[in-house]
């Protein structure tokens, strides 16, 4: 398995959004990635970057110990269909290419799961059975 210390900013955006979203197709992982970014503009938890938003403690659950994704996304190379697909939106989005299909969502959760920060909040978008949220405002 590879140590997430070795990995570049970019793998680390495409196994973070190959981890939460392989199962919602390129625009799932487009979603969190968007979100990933809106993140880091807003400056979440401290984090300026991309690499930091993904890896902040608690923030993505495909990179907490236990999470059966984690040795998944781990072990994942760029034979697999799903995460060539999200390198290419890392480098799009890397290259300040990426629409934000998600409209400046900076959170987002499986539609239906009723987290606490959601409650109240109208989604900025759904993309699959992902709902996003804006919970923040972006700087400008």
């Known amino acids: 398995m590879i140590d997430p210390s070795t990995l570049s900013d970019r793998e680390i955006v495409a196994r973070t959004a190959w981890g939460e979203a392989r199962n919602q197709g390129v625009e799932g992982m487009q979603g969190v990635i968007n979100v990933i970014f809106n993140r880091a503009e807003l400056h979440w938890q401290?984090?300026?970057?991309?690499?930091?938003?993904?890896?902040?403690?608690?923030?993505?659950?495909?990179?907490?110990?236990?999470?059966?994704?984690?040795?998944?996304?781990?072990?994942?190379?760029?034979?697999?269909?799903?995460?060539?697909?999200?390198?290419?939106?890392?480098?799009?989005?890397?290259?300040?290419?990426?629409?934000?299909?998600?409209?400046?969502?900076?959170?987002?959760?499986?539609?239906?799961?009723?987290?606490?920060?959601?409650?109240?909040?109208t989604p900025s978008a759904q993309i699959g059975d992902q709902d996003f949220y804006v919970t923040r405002k972006i700087r400008s």
């Open 46 to 121: 401290g984090e300026t970057t991309a690499r930091g938003v993904c890896l902040h403690r608690k923030q993505f659950d495909c990179w907490l110990p236990g999470d059966p994704n984690l040795p998944k996304l781990l072990a994942v190379t760029d034979a697999d269909p799903q995460y060539a697909e999200a390198l290419q939106l890392a480098d799009s989005a890397f290259d300040g290419t990426l629409a934000d299909i998600t409209g400046g969502a900076d959170s987002y959760e499986v539609e239906g799961t009723g987290a606490y920060w959601g409650v109240g909040l």
